[in-house]
């Protein structure tokens, strides 16, 4: 256990200053409307309005296998009635409920209570439909529980991811890998303790995750012996004309693999976007003998050409901090890196940048911005 005291204590500082940072890319799965004798019809358009509401925040996350999700859940009542003894109306009230959870460990942070109602003549399956239709995508409550679960969290995990890989290292230690595996797995990779939750889980797993092998090029001076033969007398040639000395040519971009035997990277764009203060960069991988056919990538660092380093939070890799990369082998897999807050009057190139997975990494340096 002792072997990861050192990135606990680290770890505890990290968490709790970046916390609020991470809480802005967290996103959400969206599971089905759950709830008693409510319509297919009703659960669809439902359904609908809330994917709608979560994509204006920019919390929905496609599929349904993210670590955390929301689960909506609508109870309702009818009341079946009369409106000047002619009509015949459903009356439906209810309230919809939203949870936002931990899929891996059920554990449930944030939830809130959107009462919900509508009356419609005819029968009640007509009434839950005009309910579904009622609510807005656009209802302030919806940001404000994004934004709620989103700080809880963010808060939960900087109080406790510490202690949480510390439990996980206690089972591990006592022979019950399952169980701290299964206690890593809660932790999103939108969270800054996920890379020392990721390395613990692939020593529990039994893929220790070696340091960088650091290999040392010998230099030996070999003689060489050239056989010069006399030179002739120098022919008297006219002067030649001034030529203006050229302008040095701007430094070529060069990257660093860690093990090139084990995988290939290229750039293939780097575009500034003056409209946004974005730099997009492409990048190309391709897996020749890694670990794994899933690689979990991060860039962890950039600098632009005066030294000045973008913070954690500005540099993502598909939309998130860390991301989990698919590289069958043998086939170039494109990867898309996105640098924000990058001013197009004073960025021209990118000096370093630093790029993170499993055992391996890749170097970049003084990389070109063009911008657009």
């Given at each position: 256990?002792?072997?990861?005291?050192?990135?606990?204590?680290?770890?505890?500082?990290?968490?709790?200053?970046?916390?609020?940072?991470?809480?802005?890319?967290?996103?959400?799965s969206l599971l089905g409307i759950a709830g008693e004798e409510v319509p297919e019809a009703t659960a669809t358009a439902l359904g609908t309005k809330l994917q709608q509401a979560l994509n204006r925040t920019?919390?929905?996350?496609?599929?349904?296998?993210?670590?955390?999700?929301?689960?909506?859940?609508?109870?309702?009542?009818?009341?079946?009635?009369?409106?000047?003894?002619?009509?015949?109306?459903?009356?439906?009230?209810?309230?919809?409920?939203?949870?936002?959870?931990?899929?891996?460990?059920?554990?449930?942070?944030?939830?809130?209570?959107?009462?919900?109602?509508?009356?419609?003549?005819?029968?009640?399956?007509?009434?839950?439909?005009?309910?579904?239709?009622?609510?807005?995508?656009t209802d302030p409550v919806f940001v404000r529980f994004v934004r709620k679960s989103r700080e809880k969290i963010a808060d939960y995990y900087a109080e406790n991811c510490a202690a949480i890989i510390e439990?996980?290292?206690?089972?591990?230690?006592?022979?019950?890998?399952?169980?701290?595996?299964?206690?890593?797995?809660?932790?999103?990779?939108?969270?800054?303790?996920?890379?020392?939750?990721?390395?613990?889980?692939?020593?529990?797993?039994?893929?220790?995750?070696?340091?960088?092998?650091?290999?040392?090029?010998?230099?030996?001076?070999?003689?060489?012996?050239?056989?010069?033969?006399?030179?002739?007398?120098?022919?008297?040639?006219?002067?030649?004309?001034?030529?203006?000395?050229?302008?040095?040519?701007?430094?070529?971009?060069?990257?660093?693999?860690?093990?090139?035997?084990?995988?290939?990277?290229?750039?293939?764009?780097?575009?500034?976007?003056?409209?946004?203060?974005?730099?997009?960069?492409?990048?190309?991988?391709?897996?020749?003998?890694?670990?794994?056919?899933?690689?979990?990538?991060?860039?962890?660092?950039?600098?632009?050409?005066?030294?000045?380093?973008?913070?954690?939070?500005?540099?993502?890799?598909?939309?998130?901090?860390?991301?989990?990369?698919?590289?069958?082998?043998?086939?170039?897999?494109?990867?898309?890196?996105?640098?924000?807050?990058?001013?197009?009057?004073?960025?021209?190139?990118?000096?370093?940048?630093?790029?993170?997975?499993?055992?391996?990494?890749?170097?970049?340096?003084?990389?070109?911005?063009?911008?657009?």
């Amino acid at each position: 256990m002792n072997r990861f005291l050192t990135s606990l204590f680290a770890l505890s500082a990290i968490v709790l200053l970046h916390a609020q940072g991470t809480a802005d890319n967290i996103r959400f799965s969206l599971l089905g409307i759950a709830g008693e004798e409510v319509p297919e019809a009703t659960a669809t358009a439902l359904g609908t309005k809330l994917q709608q509401a979560l994509n204006r925040t920019g919390a929905l996350l496609d599929g349904t296998d993210g670590i955390f999700a929301v689960r909506p859940t609508l109870s309702f009542a009818t009341d079946d009635g009369t409106e000047g003894m002619v009509m015949d109306l459903s009356r439906v009230k209810g309230d919809l409920v939203l949870e936002a959870f931990n899929t891996a460990d059920g554990n449930v942070f944030h939830s809130v209570t959107v009462p919900v109602s509508a009356t419609a003549t005819g029968s009640r399956e007509q009434a839950l439909k005009k309910l579904a239709t009622s609510v807005k995508a656009t209802d302030p409550v919806f940001v404000r529980f994004v934004r709620k679960s989103r700080e809880k969290i963010a808060d939960y995990y900087a109080e406790n991811c510490a202690a949480i890989i510390e439990r996980a290292q206690v089972l591990a230690d006592s022979g019950k890998g399952a169980q701290a595996l299964e206690l890593l797995g809660a932790i999103s990779p939108e969270l800054e303790c996920y890379e020392l939750a990721l390395r613990l889980s692939a020593q529990i797993g039994g893929s220790p995750v070696k340091p960088d092998t650091v290999v040392i090029e010998n230099t030996v001076e070999v003689p060489v012996y050239i056989e010069v033969e006399p030179e002739p007398a120098p022919e008297v040639q006219p002067a030649p004309t001034p030529v203006a000395p050229a302008e040095p040519a701007a430094p070529a971009y060069s990257i660093k693999l860690s093990h090139p035997d084990a995988f290939d990277f290229k750039i293939v764009s780097c575009k500034g976007l003056r409209s946004g203060n974005q730099i997009k960069i492409v990048g190309e991988f391709m897996n020749k003998n890694c670990n794994y056919d899933v690689q979990y990538m991060a860039m962890k660092k950039a600098f632009d050409q005066d030294g000045n380093e973008w913070e954690r939070s500005n540099i993502h890799i598909r939309d998130y901090i860390y991301s989990n990369i698919n590289t069958p082998k043998s086939v170039a897999v494109k990867i898309p890196f996105t640098i924000y807050n990058a001013d197009p009057s004073s960025v021209s190139s990118l000096s370093y940048i630093y790029i993170d997975f499993d055992r391996y990494n890749i170097e970049i340096r003084n990389l070109p911005v063009v911008w657009e």
